[in-house]
């Protein structure tokens, strides 16, 4: 059973950091792309970052230059490094990863407020 359960998020002022993390159970970890996502009130959920099996990445260009997206085989683990945080990138963040079938984490609340 593909079960991804992330971690990490909280409230944080602007310009502070954050990393989030998504541990997956049941896939070949090393085998899978992954991905962040995020959904803020009132809006779609909306394409973060990926990272492939070869560690190749991509950005949102919202995020570039500050969210850095890493894996850890080893560990089964993903992680979402946001630096430089803007009110704007408050919303539940959640991982994501298609394995024959779109499989979602329960979400992690990130908000971003002086």
């Known amino acids: 059973q593909v079960q991804l359960v992330e971690s990490g998020g909280g409230l944080v002022q602007p310009g502070g950091s954050l990393r989030l993390s998504c541990t997956a159970n049941?896939?070949?970890?090393?085998?899978?792309?992954m991905d962040w996502y995020r959904q803020a009130p009132g809006k779609q959920r909306e394409l973060v970052a990926i990272?492939?099996?070869?560690?190749?990445?991509r950005y949102a260009d919202s995020v570039k230059g500050r969210f850095t997206i890493s894996r850890d085989n080893d560990e089964n683990t993903m992680y979402l490094q946001m630096n430089s945080l803007k009110p704007e990138d408050t919303a539940v963040y959640y991982c994501h990863i298609d394995w024959g079938y779109p499989y979602w984490g329960q979400g992690t609340q990130v908000t971003v407020s002086s």
């Open positions: 990272i492939t099996d070869k560690g190749v990445t």
């Open positions: 049941g896939i070949i970890f090393s085998a899978a792309t």
